[in-house]
């Protein structure tokens, strides 16, 4: 059973990917695709995003999505970041963002500031030593969409 990080703790995932048989209590995950062409429906959503897939299409569909899982396919691409900062901010989505994929333990920091609070890191990581990833540091100097202080919210000059 694969394991994640949900809201800085260690869970059974509940999502199941292509090819991954479904169990009671599971819920299976759509490309944007396979979501688009089901149309609403009454049961609670999965849906995963690819860094090509775009989050405007999204604007105004986002009832009925409990999930949105958006794939980090490889190591360095940042466009997942700016997928969850969207749909965070511009798309006020309020459910469960998760990254997922090509992800160090070094990134969950910054995920979180973008607006995740759900990870599948790469499956070498040891999840337990990646939660201390959280803490590393406790000012930023940028905003974000956690509770991170940022050094302008605290009402701190930014060394030059």
Do not use: C
Not at 42 to 66: C, F, I, K, N
Not at 67 to 89: N, P, S
Not at 109 to 123: N, Q, T, V, Y
């Amino acid at each position: 059973m694969r394991r994640i990080i949900q809201r800085r703790e260690i869970v059974a995932d509940r999502l199941r990917y292509a090819g991954e048989p479904l169990d009671a209590g599971t819920i299976a995950v759509q490309t944007l695709a396979q979501w688009l062409a089901r149309g609403a429906a009454a049961e609670p959503a999965a849906l995963l995003l690819t860094a090509m897939d775009a989050v405007e299409s999204l604007q105004g569909r986002l009832d009925g999505l409990q999930w949105i899982v958006i794939e980090f396919a490889k190591i360095g691409d940042g466009r997942g970041y700016t997928q969850g900062h969207l749909l965070r901010r511009r798309l006020g989505y309020a459910h469960e963002l998760r990254a997922r994929g090509a992800l160090k333990r070094d990134q969950l920091l910054f995920l979180a500031r973008s607006g995740f609070d759900a990870f599948d890191l790469d499956p070498t990581e040891n999840l337990h030593a990646a939660l201390a990833g959280f803490d590393a540091f406790t000012v930023a100097y940028q905003n974000g969409s956690e509770a991170l202080l940022s050094l302008r919210r605290r009402g701190i000059a930014a060394p030059a």
